[in-house]
């Protein structure tokens, strides 16, 4: 348990700001990323890098641990440090500290500041590209699915568009959920439906349908959190990973009949999404740790044609690219950090799981925040002030402050 002093007047919002300013400086980084009408030096990039992890680094220093969460801490943070190097992306090192300062910190008001700068992002790329639509409509590029036309909205992929509408408008269900109904949800359902039909992105739309339908059974059924939400968030995580780990796995040139059949059927249920991983694992193997994957461009694999190797399932991502031990230590954080969630998070952890059959970037805490949740629910436990001393507290088995502080 930790037990450390309070904030309190002026000095309770110096926490809070620190990591609020440094979570829009990490949504502005991801945003400006994706856009393709913003130019993002690599200078830039690397300051607004530096930035954060000061801001984060100082909101450490007000933070209090026991002397064996202190450890645990620093022994994961080593770990995501080692893969993000060996990965050569930065997510699972910055998503983990965002998860663990969270003491002292209102996760919801961050959240409602979150959701309103990438709304205001949203709404702007979608203005500029309904207006160059209008003035110059050569000048748009489209992708395409088969002969279906997709817009991205200026926008590096329709894909990614869809997931920070999808993600932007269920933190607002969360930020706001105690005053939400069901005439709150139909038209964020309709905004994501509107949007399907340009991006032609279904994962996005199946979520928001998913976590509609769940709301509307959580407000009207008392007996549904414990019956059904509680254990489905409680192990999904888990399964979702030991199901695409064993379909990754099994597909190879030898197996045949009935369970090629199947898995087969599996792969065109995920838009063949898990032959990529199949591939990869198959030719390059399972990493523990992280490493860069170099896959040829276009390559024949048991039967399939693969235009590129694209890894957009987040357990393949995990096991192929950022490393294995994220599949274990993810899934065992949810497995502990939901007994503390209340229904709504409960639902928001179902759909982050099979948001991440679709999806690889769900590390990414800037773009899909459940993550965050994990540091809502354990590492920001805090005990009320004790009235004790430091040396006090050290010595009763309570926190070590990292910063030594005024009480309240």
Same mark, same amino acid.
């Given at each position: 348990?930790?037990?450390?002093?309070?904030?309190?007047?002026?000095?309770?919002?110096?926490?809070?700001?620190?990591?609020?300013?440094?979570?829009?400086?990490?949504?502005?980084?991801?945003?400006?990323?994706?856009?393709?009408?913003?130019?993002?030096?690599?200078?830039?990039?690397?300051i607004?890098?530096?930035?954060?992890?000061?801001?984060l680094?100082?909101?450490?220093?007000?933070?209090?641990?026991t002397?064996?969460?202190?450890a645990?801490?620093?022994?994961a943070?080593?770990?995501?440090v080692?893969?993000?190097?060996?990965?050569?992306?930065?997510?699972?090192?910055?998503s983990?500290?965002?998860?663990?300062?969270?003491?002292?910190?209102?996760?919801?008001? $961050?959240?409602?500041?979150?959701?309103?700068l990438?709304?205001?992002?949203?709404?702007?790329?979608?203005?500029?590209?309904?207006a160059?639509?209008?003035?110059?409509?050569?000048?748009?590029?489209?992708?395409?699915?088969?002969?279906?036309?997709?817009?991205?909205?200026?926008?590096s992929?329709?894909?990614?568009?869809?997931?920070y509408?999808?993600?932007?408008?269920?933190e607002?269900?969360?930020?706001n959920?105690?005053?939400?109904?069901? $005439?709150?949800l139909?038209?964020?359902?309709?905004?994501?439906?509107l949007?399907?039909?340009?991006?032609?992105?279904?994962?996005?739309?199946?979520?928001?349908i998913?976590?509609?339908?769940?709301i509307?059974?959580?407000?009207?059924?008392?007996?549904?959190?414990?019956?059904?939400?509680?254990?489905?968030?409680r192990?999904?995580?888990? $399964?979702?990973s030991?199901?695409c780990?064993?379909l990754?796995?099994?597909?190879?040139?030898?197996?045949?009949?009935?369970?090629k059949?199947?898995?087969?059927?599996?792969?065109?249920?995920?838009?063949?999404?898990? /032959?990529?991983?199949?591939?990869?694992?198959?030719?390059?193997?399972?990493?523990?740790?992280?490493?860069?994957?170099?896959?040829?461009?276009? /390559?024949?694999?048991?039967?399939?044609?693969l235009?590129?190797?694209?890894?957009d399932?987040?357990y393949?991502?995990l096991?192929?690219?950022?490393?294995g031990?994220?599949?274990?230590?993810?899934s065992?954080?949810?497995?502990?950090?939901?007994?503390?969630m209340?229904n709504?998070e409960?639902?928001?952890?179902?759909?982050?799981?099979?948001?991440?059959?679709?999806?690889?970037?769900?590390?990414?805490?800037?773009i899909?925040?459940?993550?965050?949740?994990?540091?809502?629910s354990?590492?920001?436990?805090?005990?009320?002030?004790?009235?004790?001393?430091?040396?006090q507290?050290?010595?009763?088995g309570?926190?070590?402050?990292?910063?030594?502080?005024?009480?309240?």
């Open positions: 348990m930790i037990r450390a002093r309070s904030f309190s007047g002026v000095d309770r919002r110096i926490p809070q700001n620190l990591y609020l300013a440094a979570y829009l400086l990490f949504i502005i980084k991801y945003m400006c990323e994706a856009s393709v009408i913003i130019p993002w030096q690599g200078i830039v990039d690397t607004i890098i530096i930035l954060f992890m000061c801001l680094a100082a909101k450490l220093a007000l933070q209090s641990y002397p064996a969460q202190l645990g801490f620093t022994a943070a080593v770990l995501c080692y893969s993000s190097i060996n990965a050569k992306f930065s997510s699972p090192m910055l983990f500290f965002f998860l663990i300062t969270l003491q002292d910190v209102d996760l919801r008001r $961050v959240l409602r500041a979150g959701y309103r990438k709304a205001a992002f949203i709404i702007a790329h979608v203005v500029c590209y309904i160059l639509m209008v003035i110059s409509p050569g000048s748009i590029t489209y992708l395409y699915r088969g002969s279906v036309e997709r817009h991205q909205f200026l926008f992929h329709p894909n990614m568009f869809t997931a509408v999808v993600w932007t408008c269920i607002f269900i969360y930020v959920y105690g005053r939400i109904r069901a $005439v709150h139909a038209p964020i359902l309709l905004v994501n439906i949007f399907y039909i340009f991006t032609n992105s279904r994962t996005g739309l199946y979520i928001i998913i976590i509609t339908v769940l509307a059974i959580e407000k009207s059924s008392a007996r549904f959190s414990d019956a059904v939400l509680r254990p489905a968030s192990y999904v995580f888990g $399964v979702c030991a199901l780990y064993a990754t796995v099994v597909y190879s040139p030898v197996i045949s009949g009935t369970a059949d199947l898995w087969l059927k599996l792969n065109n249920l995920l838009t063949g999404r898990l /032959v990529y991983g199949a591939y990869s694992y198959h030719y390059f193997g399972f990493t523990w740790l992280g490493r860069i994957l170099h896959t040829p461009a276009k /390559v024949y694999y048991n039967g399939h044609w235009d590129g190797v694209i890894l399932n987040s393949q991502w096991m192929l690219v950022y490393g031990v994220f599949l274990l230590l993810v065992a954080a949810f497995f502990f950090a939901v007994r503390r209340d709504i409960r639902i928001l952890v179902i759909a982050y799981a099979i948001y991440a059959l679709m999806e690889n970037y769900t590390v990414n805490a800037a899909c925040f459940p993550l965050l949740l994990i540091g809502k354990i590492f920001a436990r805090r005990l009320p002030d004790s009235g004790l001393s430091e040396e507290e050290a010595h009763d309570g926190g070590i402050p990292l910063w030594k502080r005024k009480s309240a």
